[in-house]
């Protein structure tokens, strides 16, 4: 029984963290990596800080989901989405949640003194952003603008650990990958959105209600222009312009298909994002 008991917290604490939806740390992950695919490293010193970027946001996302999680633990229980979650549903308890965020957070803080000093403060000036985020949907229609910049932040750790500066290609990158967060958590967004009608919570999905496939494709044209000219400037090469061609070809027929009236293709196609990401870092790091 006991087995049993601290078996079914254990796992409680997994769901927490969003364990077993690895999809949330990745998409946090893949803009560190764009932005390391942009510096000429050595193979190792590259591949170490892949593996640093790859531990940051897997406890910085955990962390963002215990404090959402915290904010919303009233609104969570009328979603039927997240009416099951550990603090919603009472199989965790607050200062269980509290032990456990300043775990991560303090894991997170011995990842972030890896850095430079100065690259530390832009990192921690990323903090104000990630406890705004989970209140930022009772004010706006447009929470995504304020995840996308969370989101998007470790071009900027990067840029600052390395050239100490944010150069033109980080300023496209770093807009691009606002759009793209934009874009795949509002595809995410309308997975919730009837119940967040419902429950008077705002996002780009009640916003733009039946319209938000056009504007999804706006956001995703926008980081496939980016990208383009990012492979471009780096290589000069017109093969790059048809492979990112081609990606925004495939990109599009994604976004034809996804059925915006139904929770199970929002899911399918957000999680997609994963996969375009992995084709973006390639392409990059080709170009």
Request: hydrophobic share 55%; net charge positive.
């Amino acid at each position: 029984m006991l087995d049993s008991l601290v078996l079914k917290k254990i796992t409680s604490y997994l769901d927490l963290i969003r364990f077993y939806k690895p999809i949330g740390f990745l998409l946090l992950m893949w803009p560190c990596w764009f932005s390391l695919s942009l510096m000429k490293l050595e193979i190792n010193l590259l591949l170490s800080w892949l593996i640093i970027f790859l531990m940051g946001s897997f406890f910085m996302r955990s962390a963002g989901c215990i404090i959402n999680d915290m904010v919303d633990k009233e609104i969570d229980k009328k979603v039927y989405r997240t009416a099951l979650r550990p603090l919603a549903s009472g199989n965790i308890s607050l200062t269980e949640a509290s032990i456990l965020l300043f775990i991560l957070l303090s894991l997170s803080l011995l990842i972030l003194l890896q850095f430079k000093f100065f690259t530390m403060i832009i990192g921690l000036l990323s903090i104000p952003f990630v406890i705004l985020y989970p209140f930022a949907k009772r004010f706006t229609h447009f929470p995504q603008i304020i995840l996308g910049l969370i989101f998007s932040w470790g071009i900027l750790i990067v840029a600052y650990e390395f050239n100490q500066k944010i150069n033109l290609n980080h300023i496209v990158l770093y807009v691009a990958c606002v759009f793209w967060t934009i874009g795949y958590d509002t595809i995410y967004a309308y997975q919730d959105k009837v119940d967040d009608i419902k429950n008077s919570i705002k996002s780009t999905a009640v916003f733009f209600d039946q319209n938000g496939k056009f504007f999804v494709f706006i956001c995703y044209f926008i980081v496939i222009s980016a990208f383009g000219y990012l492979g471009w400037s780096s290589s000069k090469s017109i093969f790059s312009l048809i492979i990112m061609a081609i990606i925004g070809f495939c990109t599009y027929i994604a976004i034809h298909k996804w059925d915006i009236d139904s929770v199970k293709s929002s899911a399918f196609y957000f999680r997609q994002n994963n996969i375009f990401a992995i084709m973006l870092f390639v392409y990059l790091s080709i170009f």
